[in-house]
């Protein structure tokens, strides 16, 4: 897949910001309320999607169907397309963070694998308080 040259706009270095100011993921609508100038929805998802593409963010789906973004560098470690990495979600606050331990994953004859999930539901340790 080609990926388009696209220059830096005030709304990109926003997210990118809200993003690398968290400690765990966000959705897009938790991005949209960072914001501190009005972006349609739609806006947040294309520049997520943008970032994927280009390996500066990741996302998880979580538990409830949403997705949760991650920028590469800062919750997970490196800029890669395969993120081998556990997510926590916790059942009671909802957050979902990337945990730095990693996973083996193995090559499958005759797949080409382009994305892998890893999500594991609890209860964090800021809850169980």
Same mark, same amino acid.
């Given at each position: 897949?080609?990926?388009?040259?696209?220059?830096?706009?005030?709304?990109?270095?926003?997210? +990118?910001?809200?993003?690398? +100011?968290?400690?765990?993921?966000? &959705?897009? =609508? =938790?991005?949209?309320?960072?914001?501190?100038?009005?972006?349609?929805?739609?806006?947040?998802?294309?520049?997520? =999607?943008?970032?994927?593409? /280009?390996?500066?963010?990741?996302?998880?789906? %979580? +538990?409830?169907? /949403?997705?949760?973004?991650?920028?590469?560098?800062? &919750?997970? %470690?490196? &800029?890669?397309?395969?993120?081998?990495?556990?997510?926590?979600?916790?059942?009671?606050?909802?957050?979902?963070?990337?945990?730095?331990?990693?996973?083996?994953?193995?090559?499958?004859? %005759?797949?080409?694998?382009?994305?892998?999930?890893?999500?594991?539901?609890?209860?964090?340790?800021?809850?169980? +308080?």
């Amino acid at each position: 897949m080609e990926i388009k040259k696209t220059r830096n706009t005030e709304k990109q270095n926003l997210v +990118k910001e809200i993003l690398s +100011k968290s400690e765990h993921t966000l &959705s897009a =609508d =938790d991005i949209m309320l960072a914001m501190p100038i009005k972006v349609n929805k739609t806006t947040i998802y294309r520049i997520l =999607d943008r970032f994927a593409e /280009k390996g500066e963010v990741h996302f998880i789906t %979580g +538990k409830n169907g /949403k997705a949760y973004y991650a920028l590469c560098g800062n &919750s997970c %470690g490196t &800029s890669h397309k395969i993120h081998n990495h556990i997510h926590f979600e916790c059942q009671v606050c909802n957050e979902v963070t990337c945990q730095p331990n990693t996973l083996h994953i193995p090559a499958l004859e %005759g797949f080409t694998i382009q994305e892998t999930q890893f999500l594991v539901i609890g209860i964090c340790n800021k809850c169980k +308080k």
